[in-house]
């Protein structure tokens, strides 16, 4: 359990800390401690809601914000629909909430997959039931929950032999219809709990795709393309194609009278 009362809305930090986990509990514990810094500079009263008009404290350029509650449904909203985006409340909720003397969270603010008990909310449901991968954590999780009430009730049957007696008729005729009710929609059951696996067994292979890169060409078309980069070799020496500097022979020709030229000057 995390230390409370360390913000100035020690009622709203508590019920939070109550419902939420440990790790959203303290973002939104950070929440209310930044909302010091801000103030609210106009408060409207309306029939039904109120809107107050929230601005941070040495802050001109800070843009101002409209948080809207309205007393009817006990809901509370703003519009930097912060709460829509990341699931929690965002400071000037908490602003608003200390101008109006709220002491009780709104309920429109409070998200179920931040509750500690979020698995037994969505294990509640058959639709929700279908998302999720193990079948065996639903039977454990429904035998947990009709655990408890058989204990209860075999607590109240070991009273008196009238209260056991009239506990073993009620568990006889509940037996018989229970075993009844499986057998009508035992397929129904046996699609929930196996929903996933039904999925799985009809996966097919994904489609290949192309990966990036050039597409692949024809013999002609490569020939074509080949012929068209490749230039005719030029000459630059005598201009004349078919060869190259190395390879010309009016520059191996000139090179043997120059050095014919230069053995007549040593002479």
């Known amino acids: ?41 106009r408060h409207h009263k309306l029939k039904a809601s109120d809107i107050c008009t929230i601005e941070k404290y040495l802050s001109k350029d800070h843009p101002k914000r409209k948080v809207t509650f309205k007393r009817i449904e006990k809901e509370m909203s703003c519009d930097c629909y912060w709460l829509e985006t990341k699931g929690i409340p965002f400071r000037h909720v908490f602003v608003a909430m200390k101008h109006l003397h709220l002491s009780d969270i709104p309920r429109n603010i409070i998200k179920n997959r931040w509750l500690k008990e979020c698995k037994d909310i969505y294990l509640s449901s058959p639709d929700a039931q279908r998302r999720f991968i193990n079948p065996d954590m639903i039977s454990s999780k429904r035998y947990g929950g009709i655990n408890s009430q058989a204990n209860l009730f075999l607590y109240y049957c070991k009273k008196s032999p009238k209260v056991q ?41 994904p489609h290949p795709v192309a990966t990036k890169g050039r597409p692949p060409q024809s013999k002609s078309s490569q020939q074509n393309s080949s012929q068209k980069s490749a230039k005719a070799r030029i000459c630059r020496v005598c201009k004349k194609s078919g060869h190259d500097y190395r390879n010309c022979k009016v520059r191996k020709r000139k090179c043997e009278e120059s050095m014919e030229e230069d053995d007549d000057n040593f002479e």
């Open 165 to 205: 007696q009239r506990g073993m008729e009620l568990m006889s005729t509940l037996l018989v219809e229970m075993q009844k009710m499986v057998e009508d929609v035992g397929e129904e059951e046996k699609t929930i709990n196996g929903a996933v696996h039904e999925v799985h067994d009809g996966i097919k292979e």
């Open 1 to 41: 359990m995390p230390v409370l009362k360390r913000t100035s809305m020690s009622e709203i930090e508590e019920q939070f800390a109550s419902i939420y986990t440990r790790n959203m509990f303290l973002e939104v514990r950070n929440q209310i401690t930044h909302s010091e810094k801000y103030n609210v500079v």
